[in-house]
């Protein structure tokens, strides 16, 4: 039943990416145009993705609740993540036309949280026993908590948004993970999340013809990160999903600690965190291979996080699962913060002093 509804969710975002894509170059709106400082791809490409992967979701929800004759038991917390969707939507619809203010653009991201939260009464209640002292709960501080991580997160996949597929197929890691883990996996909603994101990425990484890509643009990214905050504070905070919170933050690692890593690199160079540039993980990685190398590269290391997570979850305590995260934060930032800035420093240097 699960496949069954996984694949007609993927047909149903193949066609809406189709005809969004087709209307979006007809009409030369939201169309991401071709630069040679940061945007590299070889043709105008719609920003289409973020749209119709909600289209998608709305449609073949909407079959799957008419064919289940499920109208009278729509789960309340899915449709109002969907509500606070929509509206993060037109917000950032409106950023890829005409771009809106760093500030405006954070209000939105802060009340669309608040109102899951308010409207749900789901959010951060507890943190686990990460330091090994006993259970965290976060009491008062627990809602404020919650939109700043879910902040945090929607930031975190927008900003990794570089390459064709990195921000969707890192969603759909720790969608499949999550999912698989805590059992949400059989909720409908989910399936026909991920079976939206995967009818996209036929598009994205042009597996349905060189000469129709489709890019998610900002509303795109923002909703995906979006939906992947709440997804992990549901799993993470209900008990009927058994799933740490600690292991939910291994299913993000990398768009985390890329986002982490930008902000501390930037700040030390006199940098605005929002300020675009190069110099993320698969810019990194694209110094020495391929945009669809260092796809897979992160998608594969992903992967190995996720399924070390869950051994570590499944025979270790909480706090090992911590205190071995940020082990990993820190050799990652060693490795590509520092090692990597410095070695490129000095053949830039050569380069200069050559010339």
């Known amino acids: 039943m699960i496949l069954d509804y996984l694949i007609i969710s993927a047909f149903v975002s193949l066609g809406v990416n189709y005809m969004a894509r087709n209307i979006a170059k007809k009409n030369e ?7 040679k400082s940061r945007k590299f791809h070889e043709r105008p490409t719609p920003l289409t993705g973020g749209i119709a992967i909600f289209i998608s979701l709305l449609i073949s929800g909407k079959l799957y609740i008419d064919i289940n004759e499920l109208n009278e038991y729509i789960p309340l917390f899915s449709s109002m993540v969907f509500v606070a969707s929509f509206f993060i939507i037109i917000i950032f619809l409106i950023d890829d036309i005409k771009s809106v203010r760093p500030v405006f653009r954070l209000i939105a991201q802060c009340g669309a949280a608040y109102f899951v939260i308010y409207s749900t009464g789901v959010y951060l209640e507890s943190l686990g026993n990460l330091f090994g002292f006993g259970e965290i709960n976060l009491g008062v ?23 064709n597929g990195l921000c969707a197929g890192s969603a759909l890691v720790m969608l499949l993970f999550t999912g698989i883990t805590s059992g949400f996996i059989n909720d409908s ?9 995967i009818g996209f990425l036929a598009f994205n990484l042009k597996i349905v013809g060189r ?11 923002n909703f ?20 740490n919170p600690i292991t939910i933050l291994w299913f993000i690692a990398i768009p985390f600690l890329d986002c982490i890593g930008l902000i501390i690199e930037r700040m030390l160079r006199g940098k605005s965190f929002t300020t675009p540039g190069r110099d993320h993980i698969h810019h990194k990685l694209m110094q ?7 796809l897979f590269i992160i998608m594969l290391f992903s992967s190995i996080l996720g399924l070390f997570a869950l051994v570590l979850q499944n025979n270790f305590n909480e706090y090992i699962s911590f205190y071995g995260f ?15 800035n410095r070695y490129y420093s000095i053949v830039n240097l050569k380069t200069v002093t050559i010339d």
């Open 141 to 163: 501080y627990g809602i404020p908590i919650t939109i700043f991580c879910v902040v945090g997160v929607m930031n975190a996949f927008n900003m990794i948004d570089g390459i």
């Open 326 to 340: 940020v082990l990993f934060g820190f050799s990652y930032y060693l490795i590509f913060y520092f090692r990597y």
């Open 211 to 221: 000469k129709r890509a489709v890019f998610l643009g900002d509303h795109g990214s």
């Open 224 to 243: 995906i990160g979006f939906i992947v905050a709440w997804v992990g504070i549901h799993c993470s905070q209900m008990e009927t999903y058994p799933t």
């Open 189 to 197: 909603m989910l399936v026909l999340l991920i079976g939206s994101i």
């Open 288 to 294: 020495n291979f391929s945009s669809e190398a260092s």
């Open 29 to 35: 709106l939201l169309v991401d145009l071709p630069d």
